[in-house]
DNA sequence: GGCCCGCATGGTT
DNA sequence: GAACCATGCGGGC
């Protein structure tokens, strides 16, 4: 680039050559920049006249240029290469230069092995606005936000990329801080005063500059909110659009033209949300660079439970909040936009900088510092989040194996070489230590790290898919730190952690209510279902558990096809698309619920809505119409079981291999959504019930919300199981319907050899059971539909035809004797015959029944 | 039969 | 098209 023409100037045109706006002729937009080889001093427009007072102008305009150094003291990137810079560095004796910020540094900096004790160099130049701007925004880079780096990242060598060096140089001093304020806590304030003693240089700035710059940062944000992670702060001006400003790939892909006037805008005092600059927690405080540009901004931000939290804004260790996929995904309406912009830029994680690069934004960390401190327990120790993952479903299953992102292993975790890896020693939020063999397996040439053995820990943590898990480096010691957040924007790690301890800690506060599902095991991490449900009077159901399941519903859906939690599409439709699910669901729910026959229900008022209490158990119908045009039978299981009957009956199934559970549980169907609920509301009832069971819908004539029997049953293997003498309602009930069945069947049997034999017998079929020859046919016809026949059910009195029926039973079933399979596919035998679909199934059935 | 290990597969980025 | 990664699945114990 070339440099600024003084011929620009003399047009009243912007002195940068890259912009050449038009000064307007009254000079109040004229702005003064940096002082020329007469004596002169530049007339910027507005725009690079706040690009150069934040400090930025090299690297905006310059940053293709050649003459980038890099600070010996702090590794900043400097422009050696113009005029323009030419005060914001310090020749060193020894050679190199070290930035503005480091020669001006009135003491040594803390102890930092990777960090050199500047050299107490008092500036050179005499005019130098942008100083302390310039080192805030040095910090932004590509990535603004970074994080420390991890220690051993930090070993940066001269053969690293100018990229890396300039982004590194912001941060990870963490020790440098420390010293800083005493009782962890740093304020601006104190911070402003520190500036002002600077400033009585010439050198260096006024606090009001960098404010605004940093604000002007924040606008940024705020305007070109998408690009997360991609904006280099401090490049506020649109200019910034035409011209590859970053020098990475990163920024000059994901670069958006900022709104021009979001300089002005800010330099005429507008600070968004940036204020009462205060209370940097120590942990923050420790990142904090002791100089101008580790200006530490607190907003408050409300967290999405609602509360508000502060939030420290750093320029130089921006904090954690949320990464700019998740956070956009997660954070509710409710976070004011522009607070959220303002996280999300001043939020970024602490990551790794050389790492971060090439880590996918979903792997950032956004820990809170609530969590950090959590975690730390105290100021002495510096958190460096490294990365954090959402659990897969695998990851929170049972295999106990966590899988973690390639490039966070291999960045953050002990390099391995052995597929057997090595045990890593985690702690966990509450100080225990968790023992993880680290490891990974070849895969396609490559590598596929997991943890193992983390099921413990996951389930200590009550952790499920969907949730998070982060990962932080605990300094000086290093240890690892696993810490958790539980899913969706409303719950953080303390939500999870003030949970209540057992599987019920999401127990809804409303148990009173009769359907309330207080048994349902469900998480936090449908908070922000709930509340949306609970915008919808259905505060009653919008406890966890319902959503939840709601929830890993749609994540047993995605599970293959874009199963992958940490899909940016996939979790930036969770809320959308599950909200709108349980928008249907719940009304549907209202009409599959119904009150038991002979039971009149109370009238609750729960939170202002009315709920109908049962003293009996609700129970679960909805018609399901087998035939066009004719209602064969009605899949309600209403009619005769009732809730607990169901409850009861459905655990009836030998529990398969743990491989049919997990096939199961993923055979979930989001779309069901109606079966999800239904599962629910029968699950809800039943105290001995597993966690929500998987609808089965795979019964082709069987719709989705089908709430017979065989759609409701729970995964196979779940549940108590009933022993054959069992005379529960539900096994008498089954009973009773599986004779029905078999009379079925045995009349179809029957007719068969009926038509072969005596025309007018079919309508007489032979109905003695000893007849019948089934057994070649298991089973399969043990349908439990329960229909909506008239028949009356067989009664238990019908004593050698209920122990003959029930020998065949056992002969038939493909299960254990005392146990039906719920999931056997009706369909297939228990398809009517051609004389049932003409209607004649309910003379059928009298015959069988008399 | 169930569990675990390790690899393979295939969807997603 | 390659890399990543979630998950399936076979085989051994």
């Known amino acids: 680039m070339s440099p600024p023409s003084p011929a620009a100037a003399v047009a009243k045109i912007c002195f940068n050559s890259q912009c050449k706006e038009p000064l307007p002729d009254p000079p109040p937009a004229r702005r003064k920049g940096w002082r020329l080889r007469s004596?002169?001093?530049?007339?910027?427009?507005d725009r690079c006249s706040c690009t150069f007072e934040q400090g930025n102008f090299c690297e905006t305009y310059h940053s293709d240029d050649g003459g980038w150094r890099n600070c010996e003291a702090c590794g900043k990137r400097v422009h050696c290469g113009c005029i323009v810079s030419a005060t914001a560095y310090v020749l060193l004796d020894a050679g190199g230069v070290d930035c503005v910020a480091c020669a001006t540094k009135p003491s040594a900096m803390a102890p930092n092995q990777m960090i050199s004790s500047p050299m107490l160099v008092p500036p050179l130049v005499t005019e130098r606005r942008e100083f302390p701007a310039k080192s805030w925004k040095s910090v932004n880079g590509p990535f603004f936000g970074q994080w420390r780096q991890a220690s051993h990242m930090w070993n940066m060598t001269s053969a690293q990329s100018d990229l890396q060096q300039r982004l590194s140089y912001e941060f990870d001093r963490p020790n440098t801080t420390e010293k800083f304020s005493s009782g962890g806590r740093f304020s601006v304030l104190a911070h402003e005063k520190k500036i002002e003693n600077i400033s009585d240089r010439p050198t260096t700035s006024s606090l009001s500059n960098i404010i605004r710059g940093r604000c002007t940062n924040m606008k940024v944000r705020i305007d070109g909110a998408s690009s997360f992670g991609t904006f280099r702060e401090g490049n506020t001006d649109g200019v910034q659009d035409s011209h590859n400003l970053a020098g990475d790939n990163d920024s000059v892909r994901t670069r958006k033209k900022v709104s021009a006037d979001c300089c002005s805008t800010i330099s005429s005092g507008a600070i968004p949300e940036a204020q009462p600059i205060s209370c940097i927690s120590s942990l923050s405080l420790?990142?904090?660079?002791?100089?101008p540009s580790s200006l530490g901004l607190v907003a408050s931000i409300p967290s999405a439970n609602g509360s508000k939290e502060q939030h420290r804004f750093s320029t130089r260790q921006p904090q954690h909040q949320a990464s700019p996929p998740l956070s956009k995904q997660f954070y509710p309406q409710s976070v004011n936009d522009a607070e959220l912009q303002i996280q999300m830029h001043n939020g970024k994680p602490r990551i790794d900088n050389l790492v971060r690069p090439q880590l996918l934004p979903r792997y950032w960390p956004r820990i809170t510092d609530q969590e950090l401190q959590q975690i730390s327990g105290d100021s002495n120790v510096v958190i460096t989040p490294l990365f954090e993952k959402m659990l897969s479903a695998s990851d929170a299953g049972r295999i106990g194996r966590l899988v973690l992102p390639k490039k966070c292993a291999e960045a953050y975790f002990p390099a391995i070489s052995q597929p057997e890896g090595l045990p890593l020693k985690v702690k966990d939020a509450n100080g225990k230590d968790w023992v993880f063999q680290f490891r990974f397996w070849p895969n396609n040439n490559s590598r596929m790290y997991v943890l193992e053995g983390v099921t413990p820990c996951i389930q200590a943590?009550?952790?499920q898919a969907g949730d998070t898990v982060t990962f932080s480096r605990m300094d000086p010691k290093g240890t690892l730190i696993m810490g958790f957040r539980k899913a969706s924007g409303a719950s953080n790690e303390q939500d999870s952690q003030t949970l209540k301890p057992g599987n019920d800690f999401s127990a809804p506060p409303e148990a009173d209510c009769k359907i309330t599902a207080k048994d349902l095991k469900g998480s936090v991490e449908t908070r922000n279902l709930a509340s949306t449900v609970e915008q919808r009077n259905c505060s009653k159901f919008a406890n966890e558990g319902l959503l939840g399941l709601s929830a890993r519903s749609s994540q047993g859906t995605s599970r293959r096809k874009g199963g992958n939690l940490g899909s940016?599409?996939?979790?930036?439709?969770?809320?959308?698309?599950?909200?709108?699910?349980?928008?249907?669901?719940?009304?549907?729910?209202?009409?599959?619920?119904r009150p038991s026959p002979n039971c009149v229900p109370n009238i609750v008022l729960v939170e202002g809505h009315e709920?109908?209490?049962y003293e009996e158990a609700p129970v679960f119908g909805k018609c399901t119409y087998f035939a066009a045009n004719q209602t064969r039978s009605s899949c309600s299981a209403a009619q005769e079981l009732s809730l607990e009957q169901l409850a009861e009956l459905i655990p009836c199934k030998t529990g398969p291999s743990k491989r049919s559970r997990v096939k199961a549980e993923t055979d979930m169907e989001v779309s069901d959504g109606?079966?999800?609920?239904?599962?629910?509301?029968?699950?809800?009832?039943?105290?001995?019930?597993?966690?929500?069971?998987?609808p089965t819908t795979k019964h082709p004539r069987h719709r989705p919300g089908c709430?017979?029997?065989?759609?409701?049953?729970?995964?196979?293997?779940?549940?108590?199981k009933h022993k054959q003498t069992c005379t529960c309602n539900v096994c008498l009930t089954v009973k009773r319907r599986f004779r029905t069945l078999m009379l079925r069947r045995e009349k179809r049997q029957s007719e068969k050899e009926a038509e072969t034999s005596v025309k007018h017998q079919k309508q007489q079929p032979n109905l003695l059971p000893e007849k019948t020859q089934v057994g070649n046919k298991p089973s399969k016809t043990s349908t439990l539909v329960v229909t909506n026949s008239p028949t009356k059910p067989i009664s238990n009195e019908e004593g050698t035809s209920d122990e003959a029926l029930e020998s065949k039973r056992l002969s038939l079933s493909p299960l254990r004797a005392p146990q039906i399979d719920l999931n056997i596919q009706p369909e297939r035998e228990e398809e009517p015959s051609p004389k049932f679909e003409n209607g004649n199934m309910i003379s059928l059935l009298a015959n069988v029944t008399t």
């Open 286 to 291: 420790s990142n904090v660079k002791e100089e």
């Open 39 to 45: 004596g002169e001093i530049s007339e910027l427009c």
């Open 674 to 694: 109606l079966d999800t609920l239904a599962n629910l509301a029968i699950l809800g009832e039943g105290e001995n019930l597993p966690p929500p069971s998987q």
């Open 461 to 463: 943590m009550q952790l």
């Open 707 to 720: 709430t017979c029997i065989v759609c409701i049953q729970p995964p196979s293997g779940k549940g108590p």
């Open 568 to 593: 940016k599409t996939k979790r930036l439709r969770i809320d959308s698309e599950d909200s709108m699910e349980l928008k249907l669901t719940w009304e549907e729910a209202q009409q599959l619920l």
């Open 611 to 613: 709920f109908e209490e």
